[in-house]
């Protein structure tokens, strides 16, 4: 029996899964917020759950957890960063799901690789945003002129060690979780 859960029925109980997963990547976004002065932004724990969400059920789960949990957290007090975690933090769980999601009988390598990529994902997008997508912006929507490339590159040290920890936590409670809603 294939037990990848991107290939089976839908349930009810996933949908239920994946909606907690959305709440608490928004609360792990909104709850715990260390500003970094340089570019308005901030260090959270909101990565956890989207690595989570793409490694239990796959690319659709994963997006949909990046991209409307932590965008959610962002309207409340962060607006200017909306557009660039819907996309990197969507993109992230889209990346970890396919690469390494659903199937539980993957070899842990394909877990591990989706999980690093997840991570790579989010501090290169912000990066990306940071240095050049938003000053360009910027230029004519005052809006979006927070952060510059040399802001974007002191983020760079606590948005990698935002990854690392949900790479880990991400690993571990998948580990812990994973035969929960599979059947």
Partial sequence: MDNNVTHKKWTLANTG?????????????????IPIPATTG????????VILAGLWFGPLAGLIVGAIGPTFAD????PQFILATLITKGLEGFLVGFIGGGNKNFKMTRKYVGAIVGGITVVAGY???ESFIYPFLGKYIPFFAVTDIGAAIVELLPNSVQAV?????GLALWRTVHNVGSE
């Fill in 17 to 33: 899964f994946v909606a907690a997963l959305t709440a608490l990547a928004a609360v792990g976004t909104f709850v715990i917020r």
């Fill in 42 to 49: 901030y260090f959270n724990i909101g990565d956890v759950f």
């Fill in 75 to 78: 309207a409340i007090g962060y």
């Fill in 127 to 129: 990066f990306i945003f």
């Fill in 165 to 169: 920890i949900a790479i880990v936590a």
